[in-house]
């Protein structure tokens, strides 16, 4: 027998309940809009001085470890509490490569750091950010293990720059750079084959009708 319109509302399906979108003004987000606030800090406190003071570089250098730290905890706060929003996905790696790259051209310009280091980290981060875009269509190109170590690697490197370091101390941070460098290379040639691997993959997909 079918039940007319006044059929109780136990029998009829509900739907499913969605979460609420956590607000921008969140731990994690904050701790990004911190470190793009450090930005601007830690160039004027790396050429304070005439650039080359071991005072104002140290505290150059903290500004720079410090928006390093937020890096850490900001995405793993994110992920923990459920915090993931629009703004700090595009957010979080503008500040990451804005501290990285003021790092970067600050010490080359000021004779610190060879250029051809700060060219080849900052195209392959530009490369890779594109070629994220190129197959965003098809497959999201996760952060590997190998990238991460990258990020480690570079961050450790242009902070013992940062600081006015002397003897051993300076060969040792050359040798850090030189695996940041390389580690920088190795994981960029790994995501262009995983870009190109998801973009035929993806393709195959659409011709296939799926």
Known sequence: MTKGPGAPAATRPTPAAVPPQPGVWNIANV???????LVPVF???????????????????????????TDV???????????????GRIA????????MGTGLIGLS??????????????????GITLMRFWVIRYAVIPASRGGKIKTLAQGTAVGMYVLVLTGPLAT????????????????????VLQAVRLRREGIARERRGE
Do not use: Q, S
């Open 31 to 37: 701790l990004t809009m911190f470190r793009l606030v």
């Open 109 to 126: 310009l000021l004779g610190d750091l060879p250029w051809w280091i700060t060219v080849v980290i900052l195209a392959r981060e530009l």
């Open 92 to 99: 979080d790696p503008i500040a990451d490569k804005a501290i």
């Open 43 to 69: 160039a004027a406190l790396l050429f304070a001085g005439g650039g080359h003071d071991p005072k104002w570089r140290a505290l150059a250098w903290a500004a720079f470890a410090i928006a390093m730290i």
């Open 172 to 191: 040792a941070r050359a040798v850090v750079m030189g695996v940041a460098v390389f580690l920088t290379l190795a994981t960029g040639l790994d995501y």
């Open 73 to 87: 905890f900001d995405g793993a706060l994110a992920r923990r509490k459920g915090l993931v929003t629009d703004f």
